[in-house]
């Protein structure tokens, strides 16, 4: 059983619109949410992140949007560029002291030109 | 300048073979991870180590093997290597293993087993 789901798969949109990449979880001992960017040929690197008890986490084109009823949150990218073509995996942490982070499948955005 | 290291970045072995992964950080960290990222699953915990000790284990198989010669070092020896375990392995760290909010990933290495 998957604990952490993504959605799309894949995504395109044109440069300049706005991205919204989809998870949701299943684990209700997950407290927090990182998502990550990986391109391809490197390791993925953290994006932006949120704790359970906050429902909204900005940081510059990049918005965490969550709902912990409904165990959902999604990313916005604001005003997409061409270099944010990559793939996004949300990620979610339990309640241990082991570090561990139970990773989506990721989606892979495309920015058109 | 990468400040997690992997060697090498791309190995072939043949079925049956055993080989190490290399991981090094130079980030002061204290805690160190491997994940494996293959086509047919999501990016996968494997291992956690806290100050050399092992903190965390979601590997069923006992023929993988984490190996900590140094505070900043944590090798991967997989034994007896099957095609299944093609996948590309990232090692990882933080400053805690309470505080993966600020997990490094490093480049990884890409396995395939012929």
């Known amino acids: 059983q998957q604990q952490v789901r993504q959605s799309p798969q894949s995504l395109t949109v044109w440069e300049g619109e706005t991205a919204i990449l989809n998870c949701s979880y299943e684990n209700s001992a997950f407290d927090y949410f990182p998502w990550y960017q990986q391109f391809p040929g490197e390791g993925p690197a953290l994006l932006i992140s949120?704790?359970?008890?906050?429902d909204k986490k900005e940081d510059g084109r990049f918005t965490i949007f969550f709902n912990k009823r409904e165990k959902k949150l999604s990313l916005h990218i604001a005003d997409s560029q061409p270099g944010d073509s990559a793939t996004y995996f949300c990620?979610?942490?339990?309640?241990?002291?082991?570090?561990?982070?139970?990773f989506g499948d990721g989606t892979v955005l495309t920015v058109k030109p | 300048d990468p400040k997690i290291i992997q060697k090498p970045k791309y190995l072939v072995a043949v079925t049956g073979s055993e080989k190490i992964l290399i991981c090094e950080q130079y980030l002061g960290h204290n805690a160190m991870y491997w994940y494996r990222q293959s086509a047919k699953k999501p990016l996968e915990f494997m291992f956690s180590y806290s100050y050399q000790k092992l903190m965390d284990n979601q590997t069923a198989s006992s023929r993988f093997q984490p190996q900590s010669s140094k505070k900043n070092h944590l090798d991967l020896q997989i034994t007896a290597l099957k095609p299944d375990d093609s996948a590309t392995y990232f090692c990882a760290s933080s400053q805690e293993p309470t505080n993966t909010g600020q997990l490094y990933f490093g480049e990884g290495s890409k396995l395939t087993v012929l």
């Open positions: 949120i704790l359970s008890v906050s």
């Open positions: 990620a979610a942490r339990g309640n241990t002291n082991t570090g561990k982070l139970t």
